[in-house]
Structures are given as structure tokens and as C-alpha cells.
């Protein structure tokens, strides 16, 4: 379904994402991050953090140095400050790349299973669509975090993916 180079372009999407996204929020105050914007996780940090839960969970099944996260409710909060949030975020960031480098095409294949709490049931999905799903789901929660950017009158991130620099 997908490969390796695959992988490695969306983790690096994904950093030059995030990059351009760390520069904004050290710049915006505390209220501006938390306050109550209407989306569906509430607020601009609510969301970020929301988008690192996920990464970190998708990566604890892949990647045994990275610890699995508490879900629930709680994933809104799992990173108490926006410092805490931008040192998290860049690591992860890291730690996918790292796991992109190291790939293979045939680590992408087989079955992924896991219980989700979300649905009440153990799932069993296609390898390479749980990876696809990991970055299609960074992509769209980030959609989210620039329109309230835009909504706050803040100029969002480039995000088109044919723009994004040799360098990144």
C-alpha cells in the first residue's frame, strides 16, 4: 500500500510542520492558547495537544522506547504548558523520523492490533493504514489549529506540501 519513501516524506512533512507551528505558539500568550475557540477539542493547546497524544500513541506501538500515553478524556491535557507541549512535540518529532529512517518495506506490512478504548474493542488493521492514518490524522487536526490561528488573526503555517524545503 505504501512505502518506506513514503514514510520518510510525511516525517519529514510532519517536522516542518510542527517547526513552523513551535515558532507561533512560543509567541502567543497563555490565553490565546487556552481560550475556549469552538473546535472540536476546544482550544488551539487542547488541539496541539490532542495531535502529540495521538503521535505518541500510534509510536508506542511501533517503537518500544516510547511509552504509551494515558488516554481517555485527559489527552487534551498532556502536556501541561505550551514549554512543556514545544520540548515533547520537537522530541517526537525525532523519535518519527528516527523510526522512518529505520524502516523497511516489509515492516510496513502485516496486521496491526490493538484495543481502543475509544470503540471498546480490539481492532486489527493493515500495518501500512495505521502509518497512512498517523499522518492523515496530523495533517487534519493541524487543518484545524490554522483556521483558529487565521480566526485570531495570526498568519497559519505554510502547509502545502509541494512548498515544503529541500532543508526541512
Known amino acids: 500500500m505504501i512505502e518506506k519513501e513514503y514514510v520518510l516524506q ?41 495531535i502529540l497524544w495521538g503521535d505518541t500513541l500510534w509510536m508506542s506501538r511501533w517503537c518500544s522506547d516510547v511509552p504509551s500515553p494515558i488516554g481517555g478524556p485527559d489527552h487534551t491535557n498532556f502536556c501541561a504548558t505550551a514549554g512543556d507541549w514545544d520540548a515533547a512535540r ?8 528516527i523510526w522512518a529512517q ?31 492514518h498517523m499522518f492523515n490524522h496530523q495533517t487534519h487536526h493541524r487543518g484545524q489549529v490554522s483556521q483558529m490561528l487565521s480566526e485570531l488573526g495570526r498568519t497559519p503555517p505554510v502547509s502545502d506540501l509541494i512548498f515544503m524545503p529541500e532543508d526541512a
Open 90 to 97: 520537537f522530541r517526537m518529532d525525532g523519535r518519527i523520523r
Open 10 to 50: 510525511m516525517a519529514r512533512y510532519n517536522a516542518w510542520q510542527n517547526s513552523q507551528l513551535r515558532d507561533i505558539v512560543r509567541k502567543m500568550d497563555e490565553v490565546e492558547l487556552m481560550a475556549e475557540r469552538g473546535a472540536f477539542f476546544g482550544s488551539l493547546f487542547a488541539t496541539l495537544n490532542h
Open 102 to 132: 529505520t524502516l523497511s518495506n516489509i515492516d510496513l506490512c502485516g496486521t496491526e492490533e490493538w484495543y481502543s478504548a475509544a470503540v471498546g474493542k480490539t481492532m486489527r488493521q493493515p500495518r501500512s493504514l495505521c502509518v497512512m
